[in-house]
């Protein structure tokens, strides 16, 4: 059978990018290993884990949250199974979703493992071991990421006790005492579930800061919102070992600064420390594919390997390791391979944490501001001093917007707060059309709304706040 394009795997970069180019007339071809199309963003990452976020947020406050609102519950009771019913049944629904949409689109889709033969050609082995070869015109790599395990430690991740994201999301009792392995986006959030259900959680991180890499006031004030909530935090902590013990298992850490080790015991341990490039049986090397020193695809800024015809995107590239830079890398090639123009905006990809309250930013950090020498200016609103924040009893965090000292165009934007995921993209918007900080700032805001404290950020920025 012979295609315009195969596109190897069905996360959210491959399934995009399919639909993308079937939309643009192009033949396709997917290949996909799991039973279900979505990859892991739909089937264990994103999707179910926000199913929990947001069923384990009810149950936190309908156990402790409402008092002060005048609305009282008695015997609120845990039903993690029903819980768990509830993830599995979204993301059913996803997964069949993208289903409805390649039929839709009259892709066609192959179960079974993808492994390029060279330019044009991929074989397919479905898991009874039956092989087939298709050819294509194009070949999109796009196979994403597995967990990393930590750099240098021997883990055995057996789902149960010893765990990564995939067990976190499984579990089928709350463990009294967990501890989280890296500080960063799974461990925040998925900690946060298990905290919010009943676990003493310990976070052990090896920087001296909670999700490295971001705004490092968001950092700190973040850190003290998750201890508030009751997560302990060692910070400065490498992990040298995590073993199973007769009733659970221990986590061994030292100071990084140097220093005496600890060690710690657990009812289950979760592995958080980053995800590598998946190019396991892909027959990359055989086909002449080059990789990066970080065992990622190695591409140009149109997505093209080393070898002509076949592209590659998502977490298997270079780049943040998020869902929608995949599926906009999806898009792009897509269009780059019908002859179009296909582009991302690399400067303006938002990120977000989904904890409560949510951390959200897009662009630069303070940080890299001042790395890289550029003169800017910050502007701060919090939540405390805006009106719906105190209606709802959301008042914690604040915005801080970042615009050039110069040109006062925004440079970046940070939110730690309620709804600061949907929040985000008004300043995402903004950054796509080269705005400034005036322009949001005169920007009308509906009243009352969270938004309006990045309104008010804007201000502080370019002139002053009106509330504060
Ligand atoms: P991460 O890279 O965000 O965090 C891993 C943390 O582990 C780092 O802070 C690192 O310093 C720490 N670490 C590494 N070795 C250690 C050691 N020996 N001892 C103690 N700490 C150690 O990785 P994470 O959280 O596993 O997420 C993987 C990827 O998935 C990330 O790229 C993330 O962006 C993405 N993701 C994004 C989500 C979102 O956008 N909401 C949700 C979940 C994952």
Redesign the pocket.
Known sequence: MSYDVIVIGSGPGGYVCAIKAAQLGLKIAVIEKRATFGGTCLNI??IP?KALLHASEMFAHASHGMESLGVEFSGVKLNLEKMMAHKDAVVKANVDGVAYLFKKNKIDAFQGTGKVLGQGRVQVTADSGETQVLEAKNIVIATG?DV?G????KVDIDEKVIIS?TGGIALDKVPERLIV???????L?LGSVWNRLGAKVTV????DM???GMDGEVSRQFQRMLAKQGMEFKLG????CVEKTADGAKVT?EPVKGGDAQTLEADAVLV????KAFTDNLGLADAGVALDNRGRVEIDENFRTNVAGIYAIGDVVKG????HKAEDEGVAVAEIMAGQHGHVNYNAIP????TQPEVASVGKTEEELKAAGIAYKAGKFPFTANGRARAMETTEGFVKVLADAATDRVLGVHIVGFGAGEMIHEATVLMEFGGSSEDLGRTTHAHPTMSEAVKEAALATFFKPIHI
Do not use: D
């Open positions: 990452g994103c884990s990421s990393a930590i750099p240098g430690v994201s392995v890296g500080g960063g986006v799974i461990g959030e052990v991180e090896y920087l909670i999700l490295g902590a490498k992990v040298t850490f958080a420390t980053g995800r943040p390791m998020l869902a990120g977000v944490v989904y």
